[in-house]
């Protein structure tokens, strides 16, 4: 294959697909992505272009991919500017939204790609929340509704790092979303963290992106406030924690029985009083010789890393004391 066919074949994928015809541009672009090496000066159009194919035909599959595949490319180019990274980085994050909002696996890599993961390296992470936080602070809101919407077990780490991040560019962007983790986590304004809620209603629902995960996203939000609201109180009537939660005291109460059936929670609710009582919120014996472990370990790890550290200096300040007799005996033989 000559490389004139080659371009023209990546010619011919640029015509279809400012016709509209993406099913055709998405295929002639795959062949040349698989035709060229990767340092081609089209690939990066090349990769843009299938990435936006397969976005208006709404294959998500494809899509995912191919969005996994731009990053790499971006990532792995070493001769653009750092201006110019920072320029494809935003455009990556704002693009990856329709792919990311509508793919199974979506919501947690958006999670992972600002906040990263226990196997996640906190270099690329650093390099697209900063992006986020120097180009696109808007792009919060899309970050706090992912997090919200992920079970629970996997937030005790996510949410901490989410509202350090909302804290910090609160002077750029302010919307009811990440206010309502600012009420919940930062101030404990349960009021403010139930006004908030009722102020998201609006903004899921005219929301591109958001409206899709409306429901999703007020379930688990008053999960939210129903645990937060739980470490702290011991015994809950059930009438002030429906206000709390906007919900009916049936409906509060419905909830709740079916969250403490399915989360296994430690609570018991008295219909008679009308009132929640939680159980014992102590760590078990196994919770905390783990807990006393890892600290103990990072511990050791830090004295052991200042005692090298130490043994280099003395050891370096040992070598220089020995030249430095060598230098003045070789001096005196001189003299």
């Known amino acids: 294959i000559e490389r004139s066919m080659v371009n023209d074949l990546y010619t011919f994928a640029r015509y279809v697909y400012d016709c509209g ?16 090496p990767s340092n081609d000066k089209n690939m990066m159009s090349c990769l843009w272009g299938k990435l936006a194919s397969e976005i208006l035909m709404q294959r998500w599959d494809e899509a995912y ?5 731009l990053k790499d490319a971006i990532e792995t180019n070493s001769s653009r500017s750092s201006l110019e990274l920072l320029h494809q980085r935003t455009w990556f994050i704002h693009w990856s939204l329709f792919v990311y909002f509508n793919h199974p696996k979506g919501r947690d890599d958006l999670v992972q790609l600002f906040l990263g993961s226990t196997t996640s390296t906190t270099n690329q992470t650093n390099l697209y929340l900063n992006t986020l936080q120097t180009t696109a602070p808007h792009l919060l809101r899309y970050l706090a509704a992912a997090v919200i919407i992920n079970p629970r077990k996997k937030n005790e ?20 979303i990440t206010e309502f983790l600012e009420c919940l986590y930062v101030h404990f304004d349960f009021d403010g963290a139930q006004k908030k809620l009722r102020d998201c209603t609006a903004v899921l629902n005219n929301d591109f992106f958001l409206v899709g995960c409306a429901e999703e996203f007020m379930e688990n939000a008053r999960l939210l406030i129903f645990e937060t609201f739980c470490r702290i109180h011991h015994c809950i009537k059930i009438d002030m924690l429906a206000e709390k939660l906007n919900m009916s005291p049936d409906e509060a109460e419905r909830w709740i029985v079916n ?12 219909s008679q009083q009308g009132t929640v009582v939680m159980g014992s919120q102590a760590l078990s014996p196994y919770q905390t010789i783990i807990e006393k472990t890892k600290n103990l370990f990072n511990r050791t790890q830090s004295l052991a890393q200042n005692s090298e550290r130490k043994r280099d200096t003395n050891a370096n300040w040992s070598n220089y004391q020995t030249q430095q007799s060598q230098t003045n ?7």
């Open 21 to 36: 015809d993406y099913s055709r541009a998405a295929t002639n672009l795959g062949l040349y992505r698989a035709l060229v």
């Open 65 to 69: 991919d191919d969005l996994n595949r």
């Open 157 to 176: 780490r996510t949410l901490k790092e989410l509202v350090k991040v909302i804290q910090q560019e609160s002077y750029a962007f302010r919307d009811p």
């Open 259 to 270: 969250l403490i059936r399915n989360a296994s929670l430690d609570a018991k609710i008295d």
């Open 329 to 335: 005996t070789g001096v005196v033989s001189l003299i």
